[in-house]
């Protein structure tokens, strides 16, 4: 993966503008309030739980469905009343792209090509090289594994020559090392300056890929911002084992620390699945660790361990969104 891409934009470019949009559907509002915008050279996260109208807004944002208000611009664009030109700047994939299995990589891109004017055979062999597919791109599609698949799906989407790149769950399926691989992929993508526009469900993957995300819940997006500032305006977790457990929570509380009765509601499993059912959990700065451990030992009490949790996007998006599933 490494020829260029061929795009030339200006780094500080809004690619995708998407100002208070609004869907309703019967009587239901399902998208309530989604603003948010997109700058070239940049990896935008969307995170949602389930039914947070997070569908129905990629859905708006590629003319599949209209608004019922609000509106999205791309490369100026708006894109309900210039969709052509709007969607002129658009590359998409979703999940597992639908690639002809019995035709080979590059007659399938060739398929594509005869829809779009001005992508030539010099352009599709452009697209093979970003993608690192020469060596396999005349072998039948049936014969390629899923990351080789979506690789494909994803030289389909460049041969355009877009300015934005919406990856719906482009990690979906795909082993570690492939998810590796399209990371680091999807980065020079965006070092090169194109737009690329990123939901998925695996949240840790979307604190190393993206540069800042939005998360939605209940049709409104609650945050907007890198990862770092969303992280450091959460909250900070201390974990406590304490012997004999009760006088040390009682300490803790009569020293104004907050108790969290609910752990699974703000921690992601893999700190839960090692912090044991004894373990209290607080939510406190670090800075007053010390001062509490002196005060619960000279009060008689053992003080077996205390863990600060390290901030995750995961974390973070179970406090927002209350502790809902992701889709």
Not at 185 to 209: D, K, P, T
Request: proline residues 4%; glycine residues 8%; negative net charge.
């Amino acid at each position: 993966m490494t020829a260029k891409s061929n795009v030339a934009i200006d780094n500080h470019q809004t690619v995708l503008s998407v100002q208070h949009l609004k869907k309703k559907i019967g009587k239901k509002w399902i998208v309530k309030d989604v603003t948010f915008e997109v700058q070239s050279g940049e990896i935008f996260g969307f995170l949602g739980p389930n039914g947070a109208g997070k569908t129905t807004t990629i859905r708006m944002l590629v003319d599949l469905i209209r608004p019922t208000e609000g509106y999205v611009q791309i490369c100026g664009y708006d894109v309900q009343r210039q969709p052509e030109q709007a969607l002129a700047y658009v590359g998409s994939i979703v999940e597992n792209p639908e690639m002809y299995t019995y035709l080979t990589g590059w007659e399938n891109l060739e398929h594509f090509a005869r829809m779009m004017p001005g992508v030539d055979t010099k352009r599709i062999t452009e697209v093979v090289e970003i993608v690192a597919l020469s060596a396999r791109i005349h072998d039948k599609v049936k014969t390629y594994s899923l990351g080789m698949r979506q690789r494909l799906g994803i030289a389909q989407a460049l041969l355009g020559q877009p300015k934005l790149l919406i990856m719906d769950e482009p990690t979906n399926g795909l082993d570690p090392k492939g998810i590796k691989e399209l990371r680091v992929f999807i980065r020079r993508l965006a070092e090169e300056g194109m737009a690329v526009f990123v939901s998925s469900h695996l949240l840790s993957e979307i604190q190393l890929l993206c540069d800042r995300v939005a998360i939605i819940s209940h049709g409104r997006v609650l945050a907007v911002g890198t990862v770092e500032e969303l992280i450091a305006d959460g909250a900070n977790y201390v974990i406590w084992k304490l012997d004999p457990r009760q006088k040390g929570e009682a300490l803790l509380r009569s020293a104004g620390i907050h108790i969290v009765t609910d752990p699974d509601s703000v921690l992601d499993v893999s700190i839960l699945a090692g912090i044991g059912e004894h373990a209290i959990v607080t939510m406190m700065s670090p800075d007053h660790i010390a001062a509490l451990v002196s005060q619960l030992v000279n009060q008689g009490i053992l003080v077996e361990s205390v863990q600060k949790i390290n901030p995750t996007l995961e974390q973070l998006f179970l406090e927002m969104t209350e502790g809902e599933g992701i889709e």
